[in-house]
């Protein structure tokens, strides 16, 4: 089984060693030709703006747009949600791929210094925590009728899916714990 991973900018090794460790081959998505024989795709953490902006120089955006929309499985990743996502609530008004029935709100911990850490119960994945490392981290601040909330943290959701969507406002890949990435390739039929 191919998993892609985009490849243009943020936490693109740690996922790569996380589906290494499950013995799954990563594919680097960097070109439109990358994305014809992937089963599913994981967007990473980074810069969402820097994101958007690569991913249209490069000729992706559509490419990886309709994919998705046709059923690839995808695991957004704090940015990478934020590219899923169907609306921003920031301004200026920020373009996304409009996939995941989400709106979210950018930066809404506050700065890099503001970033955390803490572990939470994530009842999909069983009994034990989950660490998770929020990260200038987004808020999904709300979610339509068939998003199905897995976690939430304050009261916000944090693990949210739809369909063939899974987005996540922190970073699983920068734990140990496989489990998130195991689920997330059970979905893709692995
Ligand atoms: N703050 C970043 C953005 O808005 C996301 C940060 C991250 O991916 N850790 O794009």
Request: proline share 6%; charged share 35%; aromatic share 6%.
């Given at each position: 089984m191919k998993i892609g991973i985009?490849?243009?900018?943020?936490?693109i090794i740690e996922h790569k060693k996380m589906l290494e460790k499950l013995k799954v081959e990563p594919v680097l998505v960097?070109?439109?030709?990358?994305?014809?024989?992937?089963?599913g795709i994981i967007l990473p953490g980074g810069e969402s703006t820097t994101f958007l902006t690569i991913l249209e120089n490069r000729s992706l955006f559509t490419k990886l747009q309709r994919r998705l929309k046709e059923g690839l499985p995808a695991m957004g990743t704090c940015a990478g949600l934020i590219l899923l996502a169907?609306?921003?609530?920031?301004?200026p008004e920020q373009k996304s791929l409009?996939?995941?029935d989400v709106i979210v709100s950018r930066n809404a911990y506050g700065r890099q210094r503001e970033s955390f850490t803490t572990s939470l119960k994530i009842p999909v994945l069983g009994e034990k925590e989950f660490e998770c490392v929020f990260i200038r981290a987004p808020q999904i601040v709300k979610v339509g009728n068939d998003v199905k909330v897995q976690a939430t943290f304050d009261e916000k959701p944090i693990f949210v899916e739809e369909k063939n969507i899974i987005g996540l406002?922190?970073?699983?890949?920068?734990?140990?714990?496989?489990r998130i990435h195991e689920y997330f390739l059970k979905r893709c039929g692995f």
């Open positions: 985009l490849a243009i900018q943020g936490s960097k070109k439109p030709e990358d994305i014809d024989y992937i089963e169907k609306e921003i609530e920031n301004h409009g996939i995941l406002t922190f970073h699983p890949e920068l734990t140990e714990d496989t």
